[in-house]
């Protein structure tokens, strides 16, 4: 994560793993900026790269306020035929049919207790039918959806003969993950108690000014040795005088810009 510029307490993904590894789905909430968004991801690609064999990487979603149950779930559209709906898939059905975790950025910009519907039955543990029916191939008759939860006994299709639904299992490493920003918390969507319950909520804190400001150091000091320079200098222009520098004193040019910054911005 440092490699590819984040920068999050030990304790942070500490808590998050933990959590992933227990079975439990999580939400990473904080102040906007911070590596919610790049920490979830990373976590899906790790389990995916880790699992035998490796799965698909994380299925990204990004919340509206537009949002509904069929975003999540599935919905009808017409038929390109024009005769007839189709049943579309959405976020959740696709990502447990191609076994992949589901990361929703922005989580509380939707209604999410109304956009969740069936899914908190689901995430208690138990299998839920879904209000929607698909024919599939085999039939000429519709059979209904169902989510198969974990370790469910339900019978996938009758004796020998064609599905008697259309199932997708929650399959055993499924996770969900959830960024909230809190920020501005009071424009948006109220998470309730009945679906954060069923989460386990880890804050990422906004990094303190002595943080980022080693932050910025290691990276400067990364960079003069990488760069290899030596004792080369630079130059730069003063009212209209070109002046030269040691190289070996940018690092302190560049501390005494950061204490500017932070004097005049002392915010995290």
Not at 198 to 205: G, H, K, L, S
Request: proline share 7%.
């Amino acid at each position: 994560l440092e490699g590819e510029g984040i920068h999050l307490p030990p304790q942070v993904l500490d808590a998050a793993c933990t959590a992933l590894n227990s079975g439990r789905n999580v939400i990473l909430t904080g102040p906007p900026g911070n590596g919610k968004t790049e920490l979830a991801v990373a976590l899906a690609k790790e389990w995916a790269e880790a699992s035998r064999p490796p799965e698909r990487e994380g299925l990204m979603a990004t919340a509206s306020p537009a949002w509904t149950t069929g975003d999540l779930i599935g919905r009808y559209f017409p038929n390109p035929s024009g005769v007839g709906l189709d049943f579309r898939e959405g976020f959740l059905l696709r990502a447990l049919r191609e076994r992949r975790w589901l990361v929703i950025d922005e989580l509380n910009r939707a209604p999410i207790d109304s956009c969740f519907g069936e899914l908190f039955t689901l995430l208690s543990g138990h299998s839920v039918d879904l209000p929607y029916q698909i024919v599939p191939k085999g039939r000429e008759d519709p059979v209904p959806v169902r989510i198969l939860a974990r370790g469910s006994s339900v019978q996938l299709s009758s004796d020998g003969g064609p599905p008697d639904s259309v199932d997708y299992r929650m399959f055993d490493g499924f996770r969900l993950i959830g960024t909230m920003n809190d920020a501005d918390r009071n424009d948006l969507h109220q998470l309730s108690f009945a679906f954060l319950r069923r989460f386990d909520v880890i804050r990422i804190e906004a990094p303190s000014p002595d943080e980022v400001r080693g932050i910025i150091e290691g990276y400067l000091h990364d960079c003069i040795q990488k760069a290899r320079v030596g004792t080369l200098g630079y130059r730069f222009v003063v009212k209209g005088k070109v002046v030269r520098r040691a190289i070996d004193l940018l690092t302190e040019d560049a501390q005494q810009l950061l204490a500017q910054l932070f004097e005049r911005d002392p915010g995290p």
